[in-house]
């Protein structure tokens, strides 16, 4: 899917190395933008991406987590010649556990601080550079699992309903400034994280899926690149759900098709649903 290009705006990727990000980043790079792509892990797909693209991509290494690493990748933003014009936040961190009773605080911290802190203040960074030029364009990247409950993913599909949620507050925060905040919730995905967790992640949580097959993330990008132009620019404060209906019609996976027994992982990697 292509946009008509869009000059030497900027754009802002988190999560952008592998899986949906690099879709993302790979898309809006073909648009034109000037794109700063923010991974946390894998380094070797972050420095392919930068060759792929070329002097338009802006590798920038940084815990989300923190308040510096979000300093460190909105300082790379303001180095480039051009005015922020779209921020897709993307970077997520998953978080299965056997059961509820396996969330401890320091796991729910960790999905909370990457999936809800870092893109309400991600947001809330990218507004201060949007609203002098009356325009500019946030996209969130929530998930399905905020609408039909998951077992195994309490923290994460919370976090997600979360992120929803700012994401309607934020569009009516933003709009007297022009700058509009949207949301693509995107079903089950094949990429790489998914297809370690199940080698035969498309067989069967596709399945499971109204229109018969999980995403891959060019699904993904089409409703992103949608959003992030100007024929959605009178649209803000919308969860666009790209999961095959599955938030209307899916079935939860059963026990077999989920990680019993799975520990904890905090690392805060791009993840898809």
């Known amino acids: 899917m292509t946009i008509p290009r869009q000059g030497r ?20 790079a073909a648009a034109g933008w000037q794109v700063v792509a923010h991974w946390f892990e894998a380094p070797a797909e972050a420095t392919s991406l930068q060759r792929e693209i070329g002097d338009d991509c802006r590798l920038v290494h940084a815990d989300l987590r923190e308040e510096s690493g979000l300093q460190a990748v909105y300082a790379v933003v303001d180095e480039l010649d051009g005015p922020l014009d779209l921020v897709v936040n993307n970077a997520g961190f998953t978080g299965w556990t056997p059961d509820v009773l396996a969330v401890d605080t320091a796991e729910w911290d960790s999905v909370f601080g990457v999936n809800v802190r870092a893109t309400f203040f991600s947001c809330v960074e990218a507004y201060r550079r949007m609203k002098d030029h009356r325009r500019g364009s946030i996209v969130n990247i929530s998930s399905n699992t905020a609408a039909l409950a998951i077992p195994q993913l309490a923290a994460y599909g919370t976090s997600k309903a979360a992120v929803n949620a700012l994401t309607r507050q934020l569009a009516v925060e933003f709009a007297p400034h022009g700058v509009r905040v949207n949301a693509v919730a995107p079903g089950p995905t094949v990429v790489e994280r998914t297809l370690r967790d199940d080698p035969d992640y498309a067989t069967t949580w596709g399945g499971m899926v109204p229109l018969g097959r999980a995403a891959d993330p060019d699904d993904v990008l089409g409703p992103l690149l949608f959003l992030a132009s100007d024929a959605a620019r009178y649209v803000t404060g919308h969860v666009l759900y790209a999961d095959g209906g599955w938030s209307q019609a899916g079935t939860t996976p059963p026990p077999e098709h989920l990680r019993p027994g799975t520990t904890p992982d905090r690392s805060a990697h791009p993840a898809e649903p």
């Open 9 to 28: 705006k900027v754009a802002l990727v988190t999560g952008a190395n592998t899986g949906i990000g690099r879709t993302v980043v790979l898309g809006v």
